[in-house]
């Protein structure tokens, strides 16, 4: 584009909105393509325009609103959809609840281009449906096209942005712990998992209330996987005390455990296991007495079918300690992010 005296810019393409606010009167008063003509000159010096910014043939350049279209349809979004362009962005929102995923080394490279910007909700986000999960621009009225197509390019090659639904999973819950078994303390913890999973597809196949007995313990774990449990919880039995069997019967259903504690506050002694595709959660009990420890930050990626390396984990140290609100407003906060 280049920058042009009113007197002189007769018969070429206007390549801004020019507003006007006039006698409660506020918005375009020439749009972005209207093609001057002389009885327009003494309105636009009417509005102290002596000079618009008009379109160079064979510049390779291209609009702000043209840039927004494009970088939305190169990052599409199964569940979720774009507005705009406005003001010379897009915003994308959530159509439906999920955990909101983005490719962070991606993101990086295309904001690393020049002109353009994105931002967006962390990566590993569970999100409600209306959440605004990114918004995407140019910094300048106009870019180099150029820039536009390097995005597209890197967004052919790998998916910047995924809103990954929930899935319905067939819950499994066992409690040890023999205080419980026998009756002299009353567990607390089948309320804690009936309310977390009430915000999940998820089918509770049953609760189970075992003794300190490996055999007893791994029956009704395998109960539940012939009922055809895709999910199984434990809690009880989960320190480092010799006479903690929770992990050791974990093991003896042939399951193999990612990591048995996480650099993460509260819920440092989580145990996280696969047996094949099923997660097994080991759930400390910190998980009854606060309103939010990692058993809230790995339900929403396991039910929207992240499996978890030991190297997620790891990097959960990076966000794991919980601030401990008064009142809590997890996830909008730094807990869990990683």
Partial sequence: MKKINVENAVGLELCHDITAMRDGFKGAAFKRGHIIKEEDIPRLLDLGKRTVFV???NAGEIHEEDCAL???AMAPVEGAHYT???EGKVLLFADRRGMF???TRLLEEINSIGDITISTLPDHFPVEKGARLASMRIVPLVTQEEQIIKAEKLCAAEK???LRPYKPRKLGVIITGSEVYSG???DKFEPVVRSKMSKYPCDILGVSICDDQLDMIEAAARKYLDMGADFLIFTGGMSVDPDDLTPTAICGLGAEIISHGLPAQPGNMTLVA???DIPILGVPGAAISLPTTMFDVLLPQIFAGDRFTKQDLIRMGDGGLCQMCKSCHFP????GRY
Avoid: H, Q, T
């Fill in 55 to 57: 379109w160079e043939e």
């Fill in 70 to 72: 494009r970088m939305a």
């Fill in 84 to 86: 705009g362009p406005s």
């Fill in 101 to 103: 995923r983005v490719n």
């Fill in 160 to 162: 910047l942005l995924d």
């Fill in 184 to 186: 002299r303390i009353k």
């Fill in 274 to 276: 696969y047996l094949g």
């Fill in 332 to 335: 909008n906060c730094s807990f």
